[in-house]
Structures are given as C-alpha cells and as structure tokens.
C-alpha cells in the first residue's frame, strides 16, 4: 500500500488526488442515483429512451443539471425549466458516495484493497438507498459483495494476511444469528445475506465490529424515527386496517369463498409509504375453500393507509372472521449496517486494537 499522506510526495499532489478521488465518488453517486431508481423499476439503466430528464415537468436535464453535488447547490435546489423542487436525496447520494471514496484512499492508501473498497462503497450505497425506498435489499448488491468476498478469500490463499477459512466463519458468524432474528420478524431476509456476502468479505473479526456498530446505529436511529412518529398513528393504522380487513373478508364470504372451519389463516406483509405488499404466496391452500382475491385486500388497504408509512401487518382469519390485525412498526436497517460494513472494511483492525486496549 502507499499511502497518500506520504512526506514523499509534495503535499500540492496529494491534496490534488484527494480531491480527484472525491469528485470521481461524486459523478460515480450521480450514476448510482439513476440506479437506486430505474433497478427497483427494472428499468434499462442506459439508454437514449432514459435520459435523465425533470420527474415534474419530463424536460431533458442538460450538462449543467447533471454536475453532482453543484448543480444542486447552484441552481437552488430547484429544475431549470419548471421551477419544481429536485428532492434533495440526489445530493445526498452523491456527497455520501464522494465521502466514502475519500475516506477509503485516506485510510486503505493507493492499494488492491482501495478497488475494493470503491465497489463496496457503491453496493452499499445502492442497497441503501432501495432499503430506504422499498424496505428490501437487492440481491444484485449482496451479489457483487460475495463476488468481492469469493476474490479476497482466493487471495488470501496466497498470501498472509487472514487464514483464507477466516473468510467463511465470517460469512456464518453474524447472518446466522441475523437468520434466527428474522424469524421472529426483527430483521429482514436481505439483512441477512447483506451479512452474510459482507462477513465473506471482511472475515470473522471484522464482521463483528460491522455488526455491533450497525446494531448501535440501528438502535439510536429506529428510536428517532419512532419517536417522529405522530401519537395515535400506529392506533389509527391498527384500527383501520382491521375494519378494511373485515370488509375484505365479508365480501370473499359472499362470492363463497372462506377458511375452512377448525383453521386459521394468517395474512402478512408490509405497508410502505402507502403501498400494501400482502403476497400471494402467503395464503395456506390448505385453510382456505378457494382463492381469496389478495389483490382486492392489498387495493383495499392502498386507498385508505395513504397517510401512515411503514409497517408490518398481519391479519388472522378463522371462519367466522378476522380475529386480530396487528401493525409493527419495522425499522430499515439496511443502511446501518452498511455504515457498520464500510467502517469495519477500512478500519476494523484499529477498531478491535482500540476495544482490547480498553479491557
Ligand atoms: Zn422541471
């Protein structure tokens, strides 16, 4: 590794490829935006159909509205043309991306491990951001972690650095106890082999540190949200969601479809920003005469949750009718742990030495 910070080059340099590496994080986070948002979509990313244009007024964004960070700042946080406000998450992606890179030549040095660190910041970045809109990672970005994780285990087979087996404890050490929390519903599926993919990557030691600090953030964090979130919210959401619930399941009765009697079925999925994700999967064949109309449930739950954010719900149905609703509020957690993972990838080491000086 050579470090930046070297005496034995001119300080002018490295100021000058600090500042290189942090304006390529900015244009590489202008592109990871366009990401965040077509993926989900399955949008084609490139393409001449999908120039970037205005989401209020469709215009074309020319150069000048495509500078990260500045034109932002420039133009005031407002489109050229119509004036509309340009949601500030744009910005946000591009300095969080251009901090991480600089953060990750400051302290991985002009090395193998700076690529690394590069894709990794990007996955992460990206995964984040589709937490934070959809509430679910995508496999894509776990993906590309445990190709990175699969090129340093090989690697470590050559050289010294970490026992390669490192490497596959950390892939179990901290996504099998995640595994046995997302059953009871405390984590989500996508956390899980977010760990998994990040703990191949760091290894064992390095993954515990990623987690304890994404648990810490996630902590602080998920009671700040709560705590913004108005009284009686969750009271309403509950109170509504089973009267939609009732109606649902009166109007199936009625076009004769229903539980079996001596069954309960349980209904689940999340509310989020207003949209009701209720699978299909989820109805037991089993409990149920027919099909009941899940589509209808979840349109049901659109038109009237407007207002309320997110949450988990479930609906237990026996044949007689809906016995419980319940909505847990569901904290993203995606983006601590990917503070955690970025963190303990550039300085785990100084960050366990620091812990056990402290013993
Ligand atoms: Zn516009």
Not at 117 to 130: N, P, R
Not at 333 to 351: E, N, Q
Request: glycine residues 8%; proline residues 4%.
């Amino acid at each position: 590794m050579i470090s930046v910070l070297d005496e034995r080059f001119p300080v002018m340099y490295s100021v000058l490829f600090i500042a290189l590496v942090f304006i390529l994080g900015a244009v590489i986070g202008s592109f990871l935006n366009v990401v965040i948002i077509r993926v989900p979509r399955k949008e084609p990313i490139s393409g001449t159909h999908n120039r970037s244009h205005c989401m209020s007024c469709g215009h074309t964004l020319g150069t000048l509205d495509l500078v990260p960070i500045f034109s932002y700042i420039f133009l005031g946080g407002k489109c050229r043309y119509c004036k509309a406000k340009i949601s500030p998450r744009y910005w946000i992606v591009e300095l969080i991306t251009a901090l991480s890179f600089t953060a990750s030549v400051l302290t991985v040095g002009i090395s193998l491990s700076l690529l690394f660190a590069f894709v990794l910041a990007a996955a992460l970045v990206v995964a984040s951001g589709i937490d934070i809109d959809r509430m679910e990672i995508p496999y894509g970005c776990s993906l590309v972690i445990v190709v990175l994780g699969v090129i340093a285990t090989v690697i470590s087979v050559f050289t010294n650095d970490m026992p390669w087996y490192d490497h596959l404890i950390g892939a179990a050490a901290v996504s099998v106890p995640f595994a046995i929390l997302a059953l009871f519903g405390a984590m989500g599926g996508g956390d899980v082999q977010l760990m998994a993919a990040a703990g191949l990557l760091l290894g064992w030691k390095n993954i515990i540190p990623a987690a304890a600090i994404g648990i810490l953030l996630g902590a602080v964090g998920g009671s700040i949200e709560l705590l913004s979130v108005p009284k009686g919210t969750k009271k309403l959401a509950k109170e509504k969601s089973l009267e939609i619930a009732e109606a649902w399941y009166a109007s199936q009765k009625e076009k004769d479809i229903y539980v079996l009697p001596e069954k309960t079925e349980a209904l689940y999925g999340s509310i989020f920003k207003g949209k009701s994700d209720i699978e299909n999967e989820c109805v037991d064949p089993k409990c149920w005469n027919g099909t009941p109309d899940i589509a209808a449930l979840n349109e049901a739950l659109d038109a009237e949750l407007s207002e309320v954010s997110k949450f988990g719900i479930s609906i237990v149905i026996t044949n007689e009718k809906v016995t419980k609703v319940s909505c847990k509020r569901q904290v993203v957690f995606g983006p601590y742990l990917s503070i955690g993972i970025m963190t303990s990838f550039l300085i785990g080491d100084r960050l366990i030495d620091w812990y056990l000086s402290l013993m």
